[in-house]
Structures are given as structure tokens and as C-alpha cells.
């Protein structure tokens, strides 16, 4: 009993040291409210391997087989900050705005109609789509909203913002780091293609409210690549992902986080556009998640981009 507890200290002070500690000298470039945070973060990371280190003992599992590997990549997703009621009458009335954000920022006040967006009215033919279109709106799109407020009729005009997530990487227990580093080689072969002018990406958070939930790219074409990494450019032509889903829809009950199970994805990536991917929530099969039958991976928007510059 007492090796196992050792063995179990040693692997959770090793790889909280690989995780926090060559990353110190870093933290002092950051502000103090950050440097506290970090480690109130540090201690809650502890507190919860030694409890599924607990977990996995009195489960019966060896404690020196244990490996959890989370990786999350970077996200940045629009901060709207609107709660919006329908209206019939007078299009979609604000119930209220969210402190901090793109709403507030435009100075958009509870009580006020949105009437149109981008110029076309939501009670005009081809409203529904264009509110549709709002739900799938990114950061970096210029969006122009018609309001009328207490009679008056107003145009705002702005640049949507988002809110920036890092990405991270956990491992729990111990791995060989040469796998990860294989996928950073391919990264850069790829992306130092000469026509490398298309992109796939999951930066951009999809929207929830459609049951699109972010995924992670884990191969591309057989090839393992940084699960942490948001975007890749690539050559134009077909490419296979095999993707994994992050959904944390309340609807679905899952026992672990390690049964998730990847799927594939065939993109055909064309030069200087984006394809932005998704998890689909299917709704109707979450009772039985073990069958890997509640979700699909989705390109739920493309973006066309500048002319590609190398």
C-alpha cells in the first residue's frame, strides 16, 4: 500500500512539474492577478489528480497504468451578451445585456427592438435565415444592426469581438513525449507547403444553441497531429481528420471522459478559404453514448480569406 501511494505522488509531482514548472519564468511576465490565479488553478489541479488517483485505487487499477491525456485547443468565441425574446411585431426585443460585452460595448439597452441585421429586415423574406445568420457569426465579422428604441430608429455598425481561451494540455500519468512531437514535425510539414493556402480550424467557438459543440483534430491523413493546435493550414484537395468531440451538453450522461471516441471527417479544403468544424449534438440517440451514435463531426461554416500570402 504504502509503494502504491508513493508511486502515485511521485507520477502527479512529475507531471505537475513537466505542466507548471519550466513554465515559471513565463509567469513572471504576467500580471499579479494572473499569477494568483494561476495558482489557485495549481491547487485545485492537485487536489483533483489525487482524487482520481484515489478513484482509480480503490477501483482496483493499477496506479502505475493510469494515463489521462486532456488537450484543449485554443478558442475564441463571440461575446454577444444579448438574451433576445421574438417579436411578431417588431422583430426581436433585448431582455437583457451581459456586463463586458459586445452588446454593452455598442451601448444596446434592455427594452430596445432589433429590427434588422445587415440591412435586411427580420420580418422580410429570408428573415429566419438571417437570424440564422447571427447565431453563426465569428469574431472578426463586420456586422450592422437596425434597432428602434422607444420609437426611434437607430444603425449600429462594428466589428464583432470574442473571448479568448488558450489552449492547454494535461497529462496524467506517464507517457512518451516523442508521440507528441511527432505531430509537431507534421504540423510544420505541412504548413510549409509552398500552396498551403486553405485552412481547417476549430478556434471558433460554434454555436450551442444549434447543438454544435468544438471538436479537436487528432490526425490528419493517418498522421498524428498536435491535438492542442486550433488551426492548420493546408494545400488544396481532400484531406481525412479524424476529430473528437469536447460536447458538454446537460443532455448527455457520460460515465468518462476517456470513453470519448474519435470519428473521421473528409474535408475537400479548397486555396484561400477557412472550414470551420463542429461536433453535432444528435439529440435523439445521447440515452446511449456508448454507441458513439450521439454525434457527427460537421463543417458548420466557411469563410472565404484574402489572397494567401507566403
Same mark, same amino acid.
Given at each position: 500500500?504504502?509503494?502504491?501511494?508513493?508511486?502515485?505522488?511521485?507520477?502527479?509531482?512529475?507531471?505537475?512539474?513537466?505542466?507548471?514548472?519550466?513554465?515559471?519564468?513565463?509567469?513572471?511576465?504576467?500580471?499579479?492577478?494572473?499569477?494568483?490565479?494561476?495558482?489557485?488553478?495549481?491547487?485545485?489541479?492537485?487536489?483533483?489528480?489525487?482524487?482520481?488517483?484515489?478513484?482509480?485505487?480503490?477501483?482496483?487499477?493499477?496506479?502505475?497504468?493510469?494515463?489521462?491525456?486532456?488537450?484543449?485547443?485554443?478558442?475564441?468565441?463571440?461575446?454577444?451578451?444579448?438574451?433576445?425574446?421574438?417579436?411578431?411585431?417588431?422583430?426581436?426585443?433585448?431582455?437583457?445585456?451581459?456586463?463586458?460585452?459586445?452588446?454593452?460595448?455598442?451601448?444596446?439597452?434592455?427594452?430596445?427592438?432589433?429590427?434588422?441585421?445587415?440591412?435586411?429586415?427580420?420580418?422580410?423574406?429570408?428573415?429566419?435565415?438571417?437570424?440564422?445568420?447571427?447565431?453563426?457569426?465569428?469574431?472578426?465579422?463586420?456586422?450592422?444592426?437596425?434597432?428602434?428604441?422607444?420609437?426611434?430608429?437607430?444603425?449600429?455598425?462594428?466589428?464583432?469581438?470574442?473571448?479568448?481561451?488558450?489552449?492547454?494540455?494535461?497529462?496524467?500519468?506517464?507517457?512518451?513525449?516523442?508521440?507528441?512531437?511527432?505531430?509537431?514535425?507534421?504540423?510544420?510539414? /505541412? +504548413?510549409?507547403?509552398?500552396? #498551403?493556402?486553405? &485552412?481547417?480550424?476549430?478556434?471558433?467557438?460554434?454555436?450551442?444553441? !444549434? $447543438? @454544435?459543440?468544438?471538436?479537436?483534430?487528432?490526425?490528419?491523413?493517418?498522421?498524428?497531429?498536435?491535438?492542442?493546435?486550433?488551426?492548420?493550414?493546408?494545400?488544396?484537395?481532400?484531406?481525412?481528420?479524424?476529430?473528437?468531440?469536447?460536447?458538454?451538453?446537460?443532455?448527455?450522461?457520460?460515465?468518462?471522459?476517456?470513453?470519448?471516441?474519435?470519428?473521421? /471527417? +473528409?474535408?475537400?479544403?479548397? #486555396?484561400?478559404? &477557412?472550414?470551420?468544424?463542429?461536433?453535432?449534438?444528435?439529440?435523439? !440517440? $445521447? @440515452?446511449?453514448?456508448?454507441?458513439?451514435?450521439?454525434?457527427?463531426?460537421?463543417?458548420?461554416?466557411?469563410?472565404?480569406?484574402?489572397?494567401?500570402?507566403?
Amino acid at each position: 500500500m504504502k509503494k502504491i501511494m508513493k508511486n502515485m505522488k511521485l507520477v502527479i509531482s512529475l507531471v505537475l512539474f513537466v505542466l507548471i514548472g519550466p513554465n515559471q519564468a513565463m509567469a513572471l511576465q504576467t500580471s499579479e492577478e494572473s499569477k494568483a490565479l494561476m495558482d489557485d488553478l495549481l491547487t485545485n489541479i492537485k487536489q483533483t489528480l489525487l482524487a482520481v488517483a484515489k478513484a482509480e485505487q480503490e477501483a482496483g487499477s493499477n496506479i502505475e497504468d493510469l494515463y489521462i491525456e486532456i488537450a484543449i485547443p485554443a478558442s475564441l468565441s463571440p461575446n454577444l451578451g444579448l438574451v433576445l425574446e421574438p417579436n411578431d411585431n417588431k422583430g426581436l426585443k433585448v431582455l437583457s445585456i451581459s456586463p463586458g460585452s459586445f452588446a454593452e460595448h455598442l451601448k444596446i439597452q434592455q427594452g430596445d427592438h432589433i429590427v434588422s441585421i445587415n440591412e435586411v429586415g427580420l420580418k422580410m423574406e429570408g428573415g429566419r435565415e438571417v437570424l440564422n445568420e447571427l447565431q453563426d457569426i465569428t469574431p472578426g465579422d463586420s456586422i450592422t444592426l437596425g434597432l428602434e428604441r422607444k420609437g426611434e430608429r437607430l444603425e449600429i455598425t462594428s466589428v464583432v469581438n470574442g473571448e479568448y481561451l488558450p489552449a492547454f494540455r494535461l497529462e496524467v500519468g506517464q507517457a512518451e513525449l516523442s508521440k507528441e512531437l511527432d505531430g509537431s514535425s507534421l504540423s510544420n510539414e /505541412l +504548413e510549409l507547403s509552398e500552396d #498551403a493556402c486553405g &485552412t481547417v480550424s476549430v478556434l471558433f467557438r460554434p454555436p450551442e444553441t !444549434k $447543438r @454544435l459543440y468544438s471538436l479537436i483534430i487528432t490526425h490528419i491523413n493517418d498522421r498524428k497531429v498536435l491535438s492542442s493546435k486550433a488551426k492548420y493550414r493546408l494545400a488544396p484537395g481532400k484531406y481525412t481528420l479524424r476529430v473528437q468531440e469536447q460536447i458538454d451538453d446537460p443532455l448527455l450522461k457520460r460515465r468518462r471522459v476517456v470513453s470519448q471516441r474519435p470519428k473521421l /471527417l +473528409e474535408v475537400e479544403v479548397k #486555396a484561400n478559404q &477557412t472550414y470551420y468544424l463542429a461536433a453535432k449534438f444528435i439529440t435523439e !440517440k $445521447r @440515452l446511449r453514448p456508448q454507441t458513439n451514435e450521439f454525434w457527427e463531426p460537421v463543417v458548420w461554416k466557411v469563410k472565404e480569406d484574402s489572397a494567401c500570402k507566403l
